[in-house]
């Protein structure tokens, strides 16, 4: 028998749930209605749990199918990122000099006075005025220091004048006790806290740990809206909760106003913890962990990270260079302890650093620091390589294959920039580019589309990006295959190409027009409709079954 709970509305004992949560219950069709005003807002298919290894996380309270929508977010507080020129504090875009309006009552600049009413200038509006004196920003197209202190002003300015936006603020992960002593936080009192008290005149006003912990909090929670050109920060609340895995089941994108949605990258089932990538899931597992650690104050040991192959892909192995051998090396662990570099480093710690890569066919060992010297080297080549220049991708890939594994990050990396790049440059496109080239540029993008399904199934907006670049190469192989072998032969590459452009489309779906990504997505749809008329045409052109 069902277990039954109370209503929400009467708490009459029911087992009638919300279909789409799977967490509140009701007794009638007639309260549910009642009650969806409200619970609309909380509906999502997870609920909110906690332990003491992830804190509160998101788990799955029914099945989630790949590219279902699991919540979509307005945020708590946005502003500009702490690096930045002079943007306009309504909409974040960025000032010209001699194009500005200037806020009447503090002297901020913006781009509108539209802008200049916006809701969520009040706060640094407000302190200005208090201050007695307006702000004159002489200086555009550089960073500029005043504007270092304005998300975390935001955030203080709820404490006084929107008690639930500050309790949900103050609700979230700050890693306070972690970030002391780290050359972060001593930038952060310096540039944040020592000047909203100078600047503002707020020493009286917000104590040091309050600053900071709003510092914390936009440093650990903050997200980079990329819908403009320099991207803002915005804080969420019940995304917040979303953990991190570097092979993660779900990812984020933004409407085209700022709100985040949260997406499914891959079927879900219930019980399962809601989860994405907070780093760059295509850098190798040491460079993933360092990020998380020095940027998130965590040490990931996701099953990605615990696993030395990365699922089978050596993504992060190196050539044995032993003579005869075939193997490669990877050291038997990367989870171990990280030495901060942002902290003074603790003597008992060091001894852990020193660990050796094993090769996987010979057992022939190779100490850390030779392969570390060796990745330095790759990547200064890396650095170095002329950018947009197809043939310095394959010299590079050429060169390092003697040293890297063929799916190693460095390899993978190379061979994305080389897959989009070809066909780009030719003004008749791929129709322009060698037949080799086109072999090449197929083969790169179902090579790195396989990848990713393998080690981030998640990283929908990539994905949908290759595959819209692979179709768009079968097609064209298509093209050139009817020339020689007659128009017919196009019909099974037309019809692979449009399977293959259609997965792209749907993975893009939730991509605004702001990002090339949404772009792409609206292309895909277009290109659907003329790749449904070519295949009607070659269809009807089919001579008749005998």
Known sequence: MTAQEPCIVCSTPTEHKCSSCQVV?????DHQKQHWKQHKYECIPARIKQDAKYGRYLEATRSIKAGDVIMKEAPLITGPSQVTPPVCLGCYQLLEEGAIVTCQKCGWPFCSEACTKNAVHTPECYYTQQRGEKVSISTYGIPHPNYQCITVLRCLYQRDHNQKLWAKLQALESHNEDRKGTEKWENDRKLVAEFIWKFFKLDGVFNEDEIMQCCGIVQINGHEVPLLEPEYVAVFDKISMVEHNCRANCNKSFTSDGNIILSAGVSITPGSHISVCYTDPLWGTEARRHHLSDSKFFECSCERCSDVTEFGTMFSAVKCKKKGCKGYLLP????????????????????????????????DEVSDAIIQQLLQDIGRELSAMPKGDPDACERFISHCCNYLHPSHYYMTDISLALAQMIGQQDRLGLAGITDDRLLLKTQLSRKITDLLEILAPAETRLRGSLLFELHAAIAETGRRKSLTDGPMVMLGYVTESRKILQESAELLAHEPPELPEGRLGRQAKINLL????LIKNLSAALPSPL
């Open 25 to 29: 219950h009701y007794c009638s069709r």
């Open 332 to 363: 038997d662990t990367f989870v171990l302890p990280i030495l901060h570099k942002t902290k003074s480093p603790d003597p008992n710690t060091r001894g852990l650093d020193n660990k050796f890569w094993k090769c996987n066919a010979c057992k």
């Open 530 to 533: 003329q790749m449904d008329e």
